[in-house]
């Protein structure tokens, strides 16, 4: 046998090596940050929910995007640490918020090896405990690939967080066959369309179908549909056209910080009103496209789950 060097992979080995020591000092340091994307809901344009997406402020790289130093989090075993401080701050942002009286449900990703944990639900009670949120105040959006694994360990979470009364979502929902299956072997409370899917049916009428059909299996079982990833007008439409119950993406907000998103629900009301105003929706409707189930009227905001 034989063996080629790549000085790539000693670079890469040597950087990851790097990223999980100074991630282990991130949390002591501070240099954590919750970031909030809100979901506005399809048929009032309310404010009905926001995402936290957790942000890296390192001293030298900047802001960090979690794609860079979640999977290295993972791979080192520092997941855990991670995800209960995101989970605390997240919590503790929404029981904030809600004191204020802006009642908005809190989404918040969970890692496959926080989900499978026999002691998680237990310890996300007692968080949503100590900060007075009540449980179904809080969405935990676990992967696509989690929730298809049909292990034991899978079936006992979501069991334990349906008797806690947490709300569950799949993330990233391809329309997948697995995917689809677990729709009819666990209990779930929405599923969040990805979006390289949504965007790859807007031209692509074979996929829009497939979409369309996993958004009526959706319904089906009772389950809320989170358009993600919104970032065009025509995106938004096909969204609406498939009877998504939230959007979520660019064209509507970007991912801000706790005080920003304060000011950001001020203007909201003009400015959601103006995007989605009747002439301009009947402009760029396909020709083709279903009778939507939605009238988009002008509306003020409100912030109210």
Not at 46 to 63: D, F, I, K
């Amino acid at each position: 046998g034989h063996a080629l060097f790549d000085p790539r992979i000693e670079a890469e080995q040597n950087e990851e090596a790097t990223i999980a020591r100074e991630l282990q000092q991130a949390i002591l340091q501070k240099q954590l940050e919750l970031f909030y994307q809100p979901k506005i809901d399809a048929a009032t344009l309310q404010v009905t929910a926001v995402e936290a997406l957790l942000r890296w402020r390192h001293p030298t790289l900047g802001l960090v995007s979690p794609a860079r130093f979640i999977p290295v989090a993972e791979r080192q075993g520092l997941i855990e640490p991670i995800g209960a401080w995101v989970l605390d701050h997240a919590i503790k942002q929404a029981a904030t918020w809600r004191a204020a009286g802006m009642r908005l449900r809190m989404a918040v990703n969970v890692s496959g090896v926080q989900f499978r944990q026999d002691d998680f639900a237990a310890k996300l009670g007692r968080v949503l405990k100590t900060h007075g949120l009540p449980p179904d105040g809080l969405s935990c959006e676990i992967t696509e690939t989690v929730a298809a694994e049909n292990t034991e360990a899978t079936r006992r979470a979501f069991m334990t967080l349906e008797q806690l009364g947490v709300h569950v979502c799949i993330d990233d929902f391809s329309a997948s066959p697995p995917a689809m299956a677990a729709l009819r072997q666990i209990h779930l409370h929405e599923l969040k369309i990805e979006r390289a899917a949504l965007a790859g049916c807007v031209r692509d009428a074979q996929a829009r179908k497939l979409l369309e059909n996993a958004v009526k299996a959706a319904h089906s079982h009772k389950l809320r549909v989170v358009a993600a990833g919104v970032e065009t007008i025509a995106q938004r439409d096909l969204a609406v056209h498939l009877c998504s119950d939230e959007l979520q993406g660019y064209l509507f907000a970007k991912p801000m910080i706790a005080r920003a998103v304060i000011i950001w629900a001020a203007g909201a009301p003009s400015a959601l009103a103006q995007a989605f105003r009747p002439t301009a929706f009947k402009d760029t409707q396909p020709l083709d496209a279903l009778p939507t189930q939605v009238a988009f009227q002008p509306t003020r905001i409100s912030m109210q789950r």
